[in-house]
């Protein structure tokens, strides 16, 4: 702008001259000055995501969901009349980077940020924002700290841990498994699911084996033979991307034909068609009620939401999964904040409407914030994977027994 700010005065002294040219010059220049302009009224909004690294296939579905919504909300007039435009850097799937990507973030001055993807990610970041921009992690496994920047929509994991044990109980699973990583998200499943079971309403459950593997492994073959030895009936392997696919070969090469419980991270088109025959033939997810392209959507609340976010994904050739679900919804979350407070917004302001959003329809449930536990979503149902169809079912209640 100071480069073009020179040229208007070199030319305004030449007008004198020769003022019919100075005059289209002049406005020539005003074009293209309102052009710089119009780029720079795009307003941008960074993201941390995984593009490399072991949880790469997810990261990159989350940064594709972005840009749908990004011409979603462009196409209908951007937020105050200027286009959005997500900026995501690669955290490589490493908390340290992540922090790097932070920091970079950070001096930017920005009142919010997306990201990263999983817990360990997540918890590293959080405490550089204490004060702000405000954080919307995108792991259901991160523990936001209640009245501050942080956010994680999802519901807790006690109340995932929960629900998936009362499904348990009433399918008749009293002998459980639990496969996890040594990592972050492992100790938080270790102890939610243990807590879970302990429950006076699951007495009659056990946790008959409890087996931990470095996410970098190759088999775990090892600890397959102890699980099989405790003769479990269902098996909770709380990990996701490479290590979960790894997981899934092991558990075909062993012969078990457990069923198996995993994060809604791996519920994703391209790593379940890659896993291929490893994938088992029951494979459970507990999560809300997220909609698959094709199916039939009930009626409620939020099927409204649904339908839009199928259409958005559609219109772009994209069969959308749990990381664009849960990725749109964070997406609406802040634009809805954007366009209620303001572009100029400081974090304070972000973090204040948040907090009193409620009955608002996202594809994963309603939101609502007022408890003031920094999450929104509070909705869970098991879904179960149909290999025959290479699809997800949102399972009702099993019978009790």
């Known amino acids: 702008m100071i480069e073009n700010a020179g040229l208007h005065a070199r030319f305004l002294a030449r007008a004198a001259l020769v003022p019919w040219i100075a005059g289209i010059v002049l406005l020539c220049l005003s074009a293209r000055l309102i052009s710089v ?25 989350e940064r594709d969901g972005l840009a749908v919504l990004q011409a979603t909300v462009n196409r209908g007039g951007g937020i105050k009349g200027r286009s959005i435009n997500f900026i995501v850097l690669d955290s490589q799937t490493s908390p340290q980077v992540a922090v790097e990507m932070t920091n ?12 990263d993807t999983s817990t360990g990610t997540c918890a590293a970041m959080a405490p550089l924002l204490t004060n702000g921009p405000v954080q919307f992690c995108l792991s259901p496994g991160f523990r936001p700290q ?28 009293d002998r459980v498994a639990l496969l996890l990583g040594t990592d972050a998200t ?7 699911y243990t807590a879970a079971a302990a429950l006076p309403e699951n007495h009659a459950i056990s946790v008959v084996a409890f087996e931990r593997f ?10 397959l033979a102890r699980i099989q030895a405790a003769k ?15 997981v899934l070969r092991s558990l075909r090469d062993s012969g078990m034909s457990l069923p198996v419980l995993t994060s809604q991270g791996n519920l994703n088109y391209a790593a379940l068609a890659s896993a291929g025959d490893a994938v088992p033939e029951t494979l459970l997810f507990c999560n809300g009620p997220i909609p698959a392209e094709g199916e039939p959507l009930p009626n409620g609340p939020h099927k409204a939401a649904q339908l839009s ?5 559609r219109a772009q050739g994209i069969k959308p999964d749990y990381g664009d679900a849960a990725v749109w919804d964070t997406g609406i979350v802040v634009t809805a904040a954007l366009r209620a407070v303001g572009l100029d917004a400081t974090p304070d302001q972000i973090r204040t409407y948040v907090n009193g959003l409620h009955d608002y329809p996202g594809v994963e449930g309603m939101f609502d914030f007022r408890d003031g536990k920094n999450r929104g979503l509070s909705e869970l149902r ?19 027994h």
């Not at 001055?109 to 990201?115: E, Q």
């Not at 519901?155 to 929960?162: F, S, Y």
């Not at 009936?233 to 990990?239: D, G």
């Open 232 to 246: 479990a009936q269902v098996l909770v392997a709380f990990v996701t991307g490479t290590p979960f696919d790894m």
């Open 186 to 192: 492992g100790q938080l499943i270790a102890g939610t």
């Open 309 to 313: 976010y199928l259409a958005a994904f």
């Open 146 to 173: 209640p009245g501050g920047y942080s956010y994680a929509l999802a519901p807790t994991p006690e109340a995932e841990a929960a629900a998936v044990m009362r499904y348990f109980r009433l399918r008749g699973w």
């Open 214 to 223: 470095n996410p970098s492994d190759i088999s775990v073959a090892a600890q």
């Open 37 to 61: 302009a119009s780029a720079a009224d795009t307003y941008d909004i960074y993201a941390i995501l995984p593009l490399t690294g072991s949880n790469a296939f997810n990261g990159r579905e």
């Open 104 to 115: 970079q973030v950070l001096a930017k001055h920005v009142p919010l940020l997306i990201g």
């Open 382 to 400: 098991v879904m179960a994977w149909d290999r025959a169809r290479s699809t997800w079912d949102i399972l009702p209640d099993p019978p009790t």
